[in-house]
């Protein structure tokens, strides 16, 4: 039973161009989000996360967006670099019910073209 | 702080033996993941600790798979006999729950392989 799902395997975009990566979840207990991006041989680092009271929160390039009744979350990059290809993911966690537990999905490999 | 070590990096292993995967976690942190990264399931939650006490062991796959977390510096991963379908990268992460946030930070994980 997948609760968060990342449905696009992967995705190409063009340097200097938006890219929207997506997840879905379906506990509707899941009140805090994050964003993860792994490169080759190395562990995920933290990049963004999100709290269910925003919809929206911003660092620099990164914006993530929440639809709470859709279940969805989304991360755009703009504008999208090079450096920026790598695997993103993206996991859920319940901390309303004192739990601390992390949840992720299957991974977004994006790659930028220069 | 050096983060979260884990160790080997690299562990090579005929079916049926025993491996153990080590991590030590950032200091101060009081919960501990382990992962496993599979192509189909993504980052696979396989335990999870808290102040040194598993609270959730749901996504070890078998009996084969046990973790243990003796004090807040160290745990192990251990796989009993290890087979072939086992060869994945796994992931020790800590994190402080109750702060602020929630991240957690990831060691740079060990490449299992099992032949």
């Known amino acids: 039973d997948q609760q968060v799902k990342q449905n696009s395997p992967s995705l190409s975009v063009q340097e200097g161009r938006i890219s929207i990566l997506n997840c879905d979840y379906t506990?509707?207990?899941?009140?805090?989000f994050l964003w993860y991006k792994k490169y080759p041989a190395e562990g995920p680092t933290f990049l963004i996360s999100?709290?269910?009271?925003?919809d929206k929160n911003e660092d620099g390039r990164f914006t993530v967006f929440l639809n709470k009744s859709a279940k969805h979350l989304s991360l755009h990059i703009v504008p999208s670099q090079p450096g920026d290809s790598a695997v993103y993911f993206c996991?859920?966690?319940?901390?309303?019910?004192?739990?601390?537990?992390?949840?992720f999905g299957q991974g977004t490999t994006l790659q930028v073209k220069p | 702080d050096a983060g979260v070590i884990q160790s080997p990096r690299h562990e090579v292993t005929e079916m049926g033996q025993e491996v153990t995967l080590r991590c030590k976690p950032i200091s101060g942190h009081n919960s501990l993941f382990w992962y496993r990264q599979t192509m189909m399931r993504g980052l696979e939650l396989l335990i999870y600790?808290?102040?040194?006490?598993?609270?959730?062991d749901s996504g070890m796959p078998e009996d084969r798979f046990s973790a243990k977390m003796p004090n807040a510096s160290f745990s192990t991963l251990k796989i009993q006999p290890s087979e072939p379908r086992d060869s994945a990268v796994y992931f020790c992460?800590?994190?402080?729950?109750?702060?602020?946030?929630?991240?957690?930070?990831f060691g740079q994980g060990t490449r299992l392989t099992v032949v």
């Open positions: 506990n509707s207990m899941f009140d805090y």
């Open positions: 992460a800590s994190s402080l729950f109750g702060g602020v946030e929630a991240e957690a930070f």
């Open positions: 996991a859920a966690s319940a901390r309303s019910s004192n739990t601390g537990k992390l949840i």
């Open positions: 600790f808290n102040n040194n006490v598993p609270i959730d």
């Open positions: 999100i709290s269910s009271i925003k």
